[in-house]
């Protein structure tokens, strides 16, 4: 089979021995053959090596020789999130007869902006109120890692935590933060370092009882002294 690429770039052609090449300017770069859980490494490389070409620079100087493949190992990592299903985590619980807020705080994660594929970085804080059941304290803190590693934005990804725990848990209650800082606006555009992001999804009593709400804000920020 024959992987072909733009002709500024040259032609990856089905080496003898099953590795695909890439031939540019008279010189030859083995690309990955392999597919990692859906992601096809061999198309980023090549995307990766137009980019470079594009921008000015020369893919085959030794400094980027290895980039391409950097980069998409890099991408299937980020995008693991996108081939995996965060429910599993909560589909295994536990009954109690405990009726108080529970809260998992300062669960750091990185994802990365669906509008500029860059980084942005955090930390989320997850509650909810038990209803009979309850789940294990890592699995909070592996939901959220899994709906980051994908393409998102802050706001669909905090009320995607909330509706999973509401779903699979089976309660009213719940209450998720997320503060991060985008690099797609600390380091391009605007440039404006160090400002923070805040969003908030509150289900049930954390959202209509202000008393409630006010009770998980103070267990949110305050610090041990």
Do not use: W
């Not at 010189?27 to 490389?45: F, Y």
């Not at 909560?90 to 705080?105: A, C, I, N, Q, S």
Request: aromatic share 4%.
């Amino acid at each position: 089979m024959s992987l072909e690429i733009a002709s500024d770039v040259g032609i990856a052609n089905q080496h003898e021995g099953g590795q695909p090449q890439l031939h540019t300017n008279g010189s030859t770069r083995v690309l990955s053959n392999k597919t990692t859980s859906a992601v096809d490494l061999v198309a980023i490389e090549k995307a990766v090596y137009q980019i470079l070409t594009a921008v000015g620079e020369d893919p085959n100087r030794p400094g980027l020789l290895d980039t391409p493949q950097r980069v998409a190992r890099m991408y299937a990592e980020m995008f693991s999130g996108l081939r995996a299903d965060p429910s599993r985590h909560l589909k295994v619980t536990f009954p109690e007869d405990y009726d108080e807020v529970g809260l998992v705080r300062d669960i750091d994660f990185t994802s990365l902006c669906e509008h500029h594929l860059l980084p942005f970085r955090g930390t989320a804080h997850v509650a909810y109120v038990p209803n009979g059941r309850v789940t294990g304290l890592s699995k909070l803190a592996r939901v959220v890692e899994e709906v980051a590693r994908r393409p998102q934005v802050q706001e669909r990804m905090t009320s995607t935590i909330a509706d999973l725990i509401e779903r699979e848990l089976g309660t009213d209650d719940v209450g998720v933060v997320v503060q991060a800082e985008h690099s797609c606006m600390a380091i391009r555009g605007i440039r404006k370092s160090g400002s923070m992001t805040i969003t908030s999804a509150m289900r049930g009593e954390f959202r209509t009882n202000v008393s409630n709400r006010a009770e998980l804000l103070t267990l949110i920020h305050q610090r041990s002294s």
